[in-house]
């Protein structure tokens, strides 16, 4: 593999321990993939920031390398952490969770990282540009920054995505070459695909599917209408169910996607696919629960739009059911600011910053049923959590934890 003058010195610990040993990792990444060369980053997005996940182990490795001297040389961005880092208490988190938690958080902070805590960075101007080369791990961040954006990452690891940044540079390999992002499964959609939790029921037949594929979605059936396909909040809920059901890092959408239409886009020995139903889909991730205990919205990091939806439905209304709404730190500002989070908190609702219900302990809460919007979620919750999971809209959950129990707009209580 092809590198540097400057990077042979790096390499060589001529800067530092711990910069020998994010090269150390980048290289022996790269020659396990046949990387030509290096590729510089212009971003990076590190997972495996909850201590729920990072445990002990992951603690000591993150202190050590802080304490050699980490420093990241990009602009570089947490996932979401174990918990909210300013209601933690008020959350009925751990205290003893709460204090590694921070633990982490500090080693990140001496690297240099910012602590935005979100799997949405795109929400919140860390809109990287068309071809741009990234080093992002949260899988549900790739995949729309992959497909939507047009930008340029592998899938990488937390230690790798780490390393990338105290490098500044990754291995060229894998989704950063051109020829490695032609699709390799046209799916035909032949079935009416309306709502977020369809587009994610939608993702989660296709990610299990096609598994590490790059699925090529041809637009022409009724179901998929270019109204439903570009709002945001259906592209993100395709993404991540893509993203946790396989591992999809990729895909296209005929002429919406912006790599879509390039010449030989589609490889000649493409598979068809053809997904006439959801019905496996939701019942593999639904269950027809009655009693809900908690209510999660925000698998992805909702936005500003899902915020103020939540509002306008809660304005007036008080919740049986414990209800988190997930969200990055910046948006929960911008909501407060125009009156939404205090609609949601006045009827009982949370607006919880930096985290999520798969990384932060909410088995310690006593809640063991759950509905969500999020096929992502529905996935994750049982083996993570140990919630037994209802998919419904927004609209279905926030009714539901209204009324504390499901079918929402049953005529009174449960
Ligand atoms: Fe984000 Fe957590 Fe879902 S990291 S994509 S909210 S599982």
Request: hydrophobic share 45%; with cysteine; net charge neutral.
């Amino acid at each position: 593999m092809y590198l540097t003058r400057q990077e042979k010195h790096m390499l060589a610990g001529k800067e530092g321990p711990a910069v020998q040993k994010a090269m150390e990792i980048v290289t022996a990444l790269g020659k396990i993939y046949g990387a030509a060369d290096l590729v510089p980053v212009e971003s990076v997005q590190v997972a495996g920031v909850s201590y729920k996940n990072l445990g002990e182990a992951g603690l000591l490795f993150l202190q050590e390398w802080a304490r050699e001297g980490a420093r990241v040389r990009v602009p570089t961005m947490l996932n979401p952490a174990g918990m909210d880092l300013e209601q933690w208490q008020t959350l009925g988190l751990p205290e003893e969770f709460a204090r590694r938690q921070m633990e982490v958080l500090d080693a990140y902070a001496r690297m240099g990282i910012e602590m935005t805590c979100t799997c949405t960075p795109y929400l919140i101007g860390k809109v990287p540009g068309l071809g741009s080369h990234l080093a992002w791990s949260e899988s549900s961040a790739v995949a729309f920054a992959n497909s939507i954006l047009g930008a340029r990452t592998n899938r990488e690891g937390g230690p790798s995505a780490l390393a990338a940044a105290i490098c500044g540079r990754t291995a060229r390999y894998g989704l950063h070459l051109t020829e490695n992002r032609r699709a390799t499964h046209i799916v035909r959609v032949a079935c009416p695909v309306r709502t977020e939790v369809d587009f994610g029921v939608l993702g989660y037949e296709v990610g299990r599917r096609v598994g590490k594929g790059i699925p090529y979605f041809v637009a022409d059936g009724a179901a998929w209408t270019a109204e439903g396909i570009t709002a945001a909040l259906h592209l993100r809920a395709l993404a991540a169910a893509m993203a946790a059901a396989g591992a999809v890092a990729l895909f296209h959408v005929q002429g919406m996607t912006p790599e879509s239409e390039l010449d030989d886009i589609v490889r000649p020995d493409a598979q068809e696919l053809t997904i006439d139903s959801l019905d496996e889909g939701y019942a593999r991730l639904s269950s027809p629960l009655e009693r809900i205990d908690f209510v999660s919205i925000g698998c992805p990091h909702a936005s500003l739009e899902e915020l103020r939806d939540a509002a306008r439905f809660l304005a007036g209304k008080r919740v049986r059911s414990l209800l988190w709404i997930t969200t990055s730190r910046e948006t929960r500002r911008r909501a407060e600011a125009a009156g939404w989070v205090q609609t949601i908190e006045h009827a009982g609702g949370h607006v919880v910053s930096d985290t999520c219900l798969v990384v932060a302990p909410v088995e310690a809460l006593g809640v063991k049923t759950m509905a969500t919007n999020s096929a992502k979620a529905a996935f994750y919750a049982p083996s993570h959590s140990g919630l037994q999971v209802r998919l419904g809209t927004l609209g279905e959950c926030l009714d539901a934890a209204v009324r504390g129990c499901w079918p929402p707009r049953r005529r009174g209580a449960c």
